[in-house]
T-cell receptor, first 112, second 115 residues
Framework: GNSVTQMEGPVTLSEEAFLTINCTYTATGYPSLFWYVQYPGEGLQLLLKATKADDKGSNKGFEATYRKETTSFHLEKGSVQVSDSAVYFCALTKNTGNQFYFGTGTSLTVIP | GAGVSQSPRYKVAKRGQDVALRCDPISGHVSLFWYQQALGQGPEFLTYFQNEAQLDKSGLPSDRFFAERPEGSVSTLKIQRTQQEDSAVYLC?????????????FGPGTRLLVL
């Protein structure tokens, strides 16, 4: 079946530290991959996406590369800020069908 | 409107009660999705509408769950005879075009607690 596995949190980092949140997936065919972010008290927002192998999604200093050989879509940021504190969800969708498959979320807290 | 809105934001129900959760998508958005998010988990797909047509309801956990979008805009998720395991946050999302690869815009969710 289709599924997403992300590293468990919570993750606590100091401001300006390097961030990696691991995400691996299981899917047949060629899924599209997404990172969504949920800031405290807000709804889920799309952070970035990649629709084919070797694509790199980027936004707000965050990046993730679609690696088909390792079935991964790890989220990275070179220097986190306090405002990046949120819960991050990795997700996939297939070319056919209507379903999104989300990971369990990784909570990030950035301390000054 | 400016974004997806949901009401109520919080709902407490006694076991066995019926509840109705409302979603107002972004105006003009064709696609509408409902998700259930249990505590500490990611959202899980419930159902999908394209305009007023419910094209996929494979994620609805039981026949106590029913969703509708009669005029292709506002949607209601109804849960009959609520059970404690229905306690979760119910999320609604809409997207401009059809298809799940389009960017989905999420509402803030309705937190349902069944006692």
């Amino acid at each position: 079946g289709n599924s997403v596995t992300q590293m468990e949190g919570p993750v606590t980092l100091s401001e300006e530290a390097f961030l990696t949140i691991n995400c691996t997936y299981t899917a047949t065919g060629y899924p599209s991959l997404f990172w969504y972010v949920q800031y405290p008290g807000e709804g889920l927002q799309l952070l970035l996406k990649a629709t084919k192998a070797d694509d790199k999604g980027s936004n707000k200093g965050f990046e993730a590369t679609y690696r088909k050989e390792t079935t991964s879509f790890h989220l990275e940021k070179g220097s986190v800020q306090v405002s990046d504190s949120a819960v991050y969800f990795c997700a996939l969708t297939k070319n056919t069908g209507n379903q999104f498959y989300f990971g369990t979320g990784t909570s990030l807290t950035v301390i000054p | 409107g400016a974004g997806v809105s949901q009401s109520p934001r919080y709902k407490v129900a006694k076991r066995g009660q019926d509840v109705a959760l409302r979603c107002d998508p972004i105006s003009g958005h064709v696609s509408l999705f409902w998700y259930q998010q249990a505590l500490g988990q990611g959202p899980e797909f419930l159902t999908y509408f394209q305009n007023e047509a419910q094209l996929d309801k494979s994620g609805l956990p039981s026949d106590r769950f029913f969703a509708e979008r009669p005029e292709g805009s506002v949607s209601t998720l109804k849960i009959q005879r609520t059970q404690q395991e229905d306690s979760a946050v119910y999320l609604c999302a809409s997207s401009l075009e059809q298809g799940v690869r389009e960017t989905q815009y999420f509402g803030p969710g309705t937190r349902l607690l069944v006692l």
